[in-house]
Nanobody, 117 residues
Framework: QVQLVESGGGLVQPGGSLRLSCTTS????????MAWYRQAPGKQRELVAI???????NYADAVKGRFTISRDNAKNTVYLQMNNLEPEDTAVYYC???????????WGQGTQVTVSS
């Protein structure tokens, strides 16, 4: 059974920081590209950052320079360090695991991030 469990969300003031974690089980973590998506109320889910299985990273323009994605293959965990948070970053953040060669994709349950004073 595949599980992706996010943690680390919460309420933070503008300019603050949070670190999200996503711990996986039931997959061979190292061969999956891991990503963070977010969905704000009334908006479509959007890609925030991705860390591929080959080691490359990519970010949405809105978070470049503020967010950092990292992964620890030994712990089967991907992280999203979010700095200088803005109210526009308020959303439910979802962890995603994808392996294109087998058309496999899995989602976590999401964690709420609220940026407000």
């Amino acid at each position: 059974q595949v599980q992706l469990v996010e943690s680390g969300g919460g309420l933070v003031q503008p300019g603050g920081s949070l670190r999200l974690s996503c711990t996986t089980s039931g997959i061979t973590f190292s061969v999956y590209s891991m990503a963070w998506y977010r969905q704000a109320p009334g908006k479509q889910r959007e890609l925030v950052a991705i860390f591929t299985s080959s080691g490359s990273t990519n970010y949405a323009d809105a978070v470049k320079g503020r967010f950092t994605i990292s992964r620890d293959n030994a712990k089967n965990t991907v992280y999203l360090q979010m700095n200088n948070l803005e109210p526009e970053d308020t959303a439910v953040y979802y962890c995603n695991a994808v392996r294109r060669t087998t058309f496999s994709q899995y989602w976590g349950q999401g964690t709420q991030v609220t940026v407000s004073s």
